[in-house]
């Protein structure tokens, strides 16, 4: 089963989740879902294919008129089940074949989503080159790929979304940014200041609060990490001329 990144967080920053949620909140239900070996056993025709990365087989059938998006009892088509399993020829194939790479699934899941979860660079990679959209609004949480990646802290990915023009500032129905998730659900360590460093280079709003007024750099002078506090720090001073000049005064 693949976990939505909250189910993963440990320590401090689990107590800081449960917190700012608050305690009536199943974090645990809304997880992101892979196929599991009984379904993938059982899969026929272009998901079959999808699952063993059988790109032949994926434009024999689309030839033959299997609709190529599909959906399995939990709503993925194959190309969600191709993402999952990492099938590169079989992605280019089923989009070769007319397959949506926006679709989601039942947790409102897209491709590409599904590959920032897993910090899968190079299946992301073929997405976007492909055509796959950096910008929609998926899961549960009304978020994002890159707020999704930001909290697992994988760096290339979030740096491959914001060449990819993914928003930077999207708040989801957390009311959490991608800056903010990269820091009230990391750990402070370095691969969540890397991730953040790159949503700072390029140029995320760090005045962006949670629904209590925090900033990132107040969520990470809370939390005692000094590289992000260094780092949002900078940021803020950095753009401070260019927002003053914006507003037409010193």
């Given at each position: 089963?693949m976990?939505?990144?909250?189910?993963?967080?440990?320590?401090p920053?689990?107590?800081?989740?449960?917190?700012?949620?608050?305690?009536?909140m199943d974090?645990?239900?809304q997880?992101?879902?892979?196929?599991?070996a009984?379904?993938?056993?059982?899969?026929?025709?272009?998901?079959?294919?999808?699952q063993?990365?059988?790109?032949?087989?994926?434009?024999r059938?689309?030839?033959a008129?299997?609709?190529?998006?599909a959906?399995?009892?939990?709503?993925?088509?194959?190309?969600?089940?191709?993402?999952?399993?990492k099938?590169h020829?079989?992605?280019r194939?089923?989009v070769?074949a007319g397959?949506?790479?926006?679709?989601?699934?039942?947790?409102r899941?897209?491709?590409?989503?599904?590959?920032?979860v897993?910090?899968?660079?190079?299946?992301l990679?073929?997405l976007l080159s492909?055509?796959?959209?950096?910008?929609?609004?998926?899961?549960r949480?009304?978020?994002?790929?890159?707020?999704?990646?930001?909290?697992?802290?994988?760096?290339?990915?979030?740096?491959?979304?914001?060449?990819?023009?993914?928003?930077?500032d999207h708040?989801n129905?957390?009311?959490?940014?991608?800056a903010?998730?990269?820091?009230?659900?990391?750990?402070?360590g370095?691969?969540?200041?890397e991730?953040?460093?790159?949503?700072?280079?390029?140029g995320a709003?760090?005045?962006?609060?949670?629904?209590q007024?925090?900033?990132?750099?107040m969520l990470?002078?809370?939390?005692?990490?000094?590289?992000?506090?260094?780092m949002l720090?900078?940021?803020?001073?950095?753009?401070?001329?260019a927002?003053?000049?914006?507003?037409?005064?010193?």
């Amino acid at each position: 089963m693949m976990k939505r990144p909250g189910r993963a967080v440990a320590g401090p920053a689990a107590m800081a989740l449960l917190a700012v949620l608050g305690s009536s909140m199943d974090i645990s239900a809304q997880a992101q879902v892979a196929p599991g070996a009984a379904e993938a056993v059982a899969y026929t025709g272009l998901h079959a294919a999808a699952q063993r990365g059988d790109a032949a087989e994926v434009r024999r059938l689309a030839a033959a008129g299997a609709r190529p998006d599909a959906r399995d009892a939990y709503g993925r088509t194959p190309l969600h089940v191709a993402a999952y399993a990492k099938r590169h020829d079989a992605i280019r194939a089923l989009v070769q074949a007319g397959a949506d790479l926006g679709a989601v699934e039942r947790d409102r899941y897209d491709a590409v989503t599904i590959a920032a979860v897993a910090g899968d660079e190079e299946t992301l990679r073929v997405l976007l080159s492909l055509g796959a959209s950096a910008r929609l609004t998926t899961s549960r949480y009304d978020g994002t790929a890159l707020i999704a990646a930001a909290h697992l802290g994988h760096a290339g990915v979030v740096r491959q979304l914001i060449a990819a023009g993914a928003p930077l500032d999207h708040v989801n129905n957390l009311h959490w940014t991608a800056a903010i998730e990269a820091v009230v659900l990391g750990d402070g360590g370095p691969r969540h200041q890397e991730t953040l460093r790159a949503l700072v280079d390029a140029g995320a709003n760090l005045q962006l609060a949670d629904r209590q007024g925090r900033t990132p750099l107040m969520l990470a002078r809370d939390r005692g990490y000094a590289e992000m506090v260094r780092m949002l720090e900078a940021g803020a001073l950095t753009r401070r001329p260019a927002a003053t000049a914006a507003r037409g005064g010193g």
